[in-house]
C-alpha cells in the first residue's frame, strides 16, 4: 500500500495577502464585534487566514454612543481603533483615502 499525497482544494491554498485591512463593527453593538472577532478566528481555522501587513478596526456610530451613554470598546482584537461618526465627522475624500490606502 502506498500513500497518495492529497491534491491542494482551492480552499487550503487561499490566503490572503493586503498592505492594509479594515474592519469596522457598531460601537452601540457587542454583538458586531464579537462577530468580527469569530469571523477572523474562522477564516483561520478553515486555512484561509487573512494576512495583512497592518490592520485598523474602525468602530462606527459613536455619536449614537454619546446619546445612549455607552460605548463598546474594543477589547478583543489586538489592532490599533478609531472611533468615528459617519453622522457628526464624515471623513472628507482625504482622510477616507489615508485610512483605505
Known amino acids: 500500500m502506498s500513500y497518495v499525497e492529497p491534491k491542494p482544494t482551492a480552499a487550503r491554498q ?14 452601540t453593538s457587542a454583538d ?7 469571523i477572523l478566528d474562522s477564516l483561520c481555522i478553515y486555512r484561509c487566514c487573512l494576512s495583512a501587513r497592518e490592520v485598523l478596526v474602525v468602530s462606527n456610530k459613536r455619536d449614537l454612543a454619546e446619546e445612549l451613554g455607552y460605548m463598546v470598546e474594543n477589547s478583543l482584537l489586538p489592532h ?8 457628526r465627522d464624515p471623513p472628507s475624500p482625504e482622510e477616507l483615502a489615508k485610512i483605505v490606502a
Not at 14 to 27: A, E, I, N, P, S
Not at 32 to 38: D, F, K, N, R, W
Not at 80 to 87: C, D, I
Request: hydrophobic letters at 45%; aromatic letters at 18%.
Open 80 to 87: 490599533p481603533t478609531k472611533y468615528v461618526s459617519a453622522l
Open 14 to 27: 487561499m490566503t490572503q495577502f493586503f498592505d492594509r485591512t479594515v474592519l469596522m463593527y457598531d460601537v
Open 32 to 38: 458586531t464585534l464579537y462577530a468580527l472577532s469569530e
